[in-house]
């Protein structure tokens, strides 16, 4: 069973940069997958952020692509998530997920972690 | 950007009727359209994948049927874990999701 786990600070100043972790467990992040962030602002609906194949090639949501990098460690089974010049509308639960065998379904999410963006 | 519009907002149901949920795209997404189900305080779930498909351990009683712009989501007859709200999401283009249809108890 793949189980994933987000990890990072959960308060961030504006126009800092928000940086989250994403442990894979259960399975190789090396596997024929794609691994993908998602972000839910409170209350909300659902935002995909980005996504990384072991290889490194990415793909990014064109509306944060210039604020976007998500990167992966091959050696700790993990991937990353750095989103700059934050702002107050970053303030959201970000979800790690693993994208399934069928394009960018996900199919095994994080648990989500909150992030706020406040001085 | 592929905007995909769920419809309705709120539905109010009786345990063990059946419930109809319908999302929208802004252009055809062919049938890469996906559906999930979010509790409060919980990831979403994957629940129906390529538009008609059932995720692995999801119950029979939910279905999915379209293709091109328009796709339904049925829950034949609802279950008190049922009551949640529903995303659709669509993955011809990069992905975008649905604003959610919340399900609630008549």
């Known amino acids: 069973q793949v189980q994933l786990q987000e990890s990072g600070p959960g308060l961030v100043k504006p126009s800092g940069t928000l940086s989250l972790t994403c442990a894979v467990s259960?399975?190789?992040?090396?596997?024929?997958?794609?691994w993908s962030w998602i972000r839910q602002p409170p209350g909300k609906g659902l935002e995909w952020i980005g996504e990384?194949?072991?290889?490194?090639?990415?793909n990014y949501n064109p509306s944060l692509k210039s604020r976007v990098t998500i990167s992966v460690d091959k050696s700790k089974n993990q991937f990353s998530l750095k989103l700059s010049s934050v702002t107050a509308a970053d303030t959201a639960v970000y979800y790690c997920?693993?994208?399934?065998?069928?394009?960018?379904?996900?199919?095994?999410w994080g648990q989500g972690t909150l992030v706020t963006v406040s001085s | 950007e592929i905007v995909m519009t769920q419809s309705p907002a709120t539905l109010s149901v009786s345990p063990g009727e059946r419930a109809t949920l319908s999302c929208r795209a802004s252009?055809?997404?062919?049938?890469?359209l996906a559906w999930y189900q979010q509790k409060p305080g919980q990831a979403p779930r994957l629940l129906i994948y390529?538009?008609?498909t059932r995720a692995t351990g999801i119950p029979a009683r939910f279905s999915g049927s379209g293709s091109g712009t328009e796709f339904t989501l049925t829950i034949s007859s609802l279950q008190s874990e049922d009551f949640a709200v529903y995303y659709c999401?669509?993955?011809?283009?990069?992905?975008?999701f649905g604003g959610g249809t919340k399900v609630e108890i008549k």
């Open positions: 990384i194949y072991h290889s490194g090639s990415t």
């Open positions: 252009q055809s997404v062919s049938s890469n």
């Open positions: 999401q669509q993955y011809n283009n990069w992905p975008t």
């Open positions: 390529g538009a008609s």
């Open positions: 997920a693993r994208n399934g065998i069928v394009g960018a379904t996900m199919d095994y």
């Open positions: 259960g399975g190789s992040i090396s596997s024929s997958n794609w």
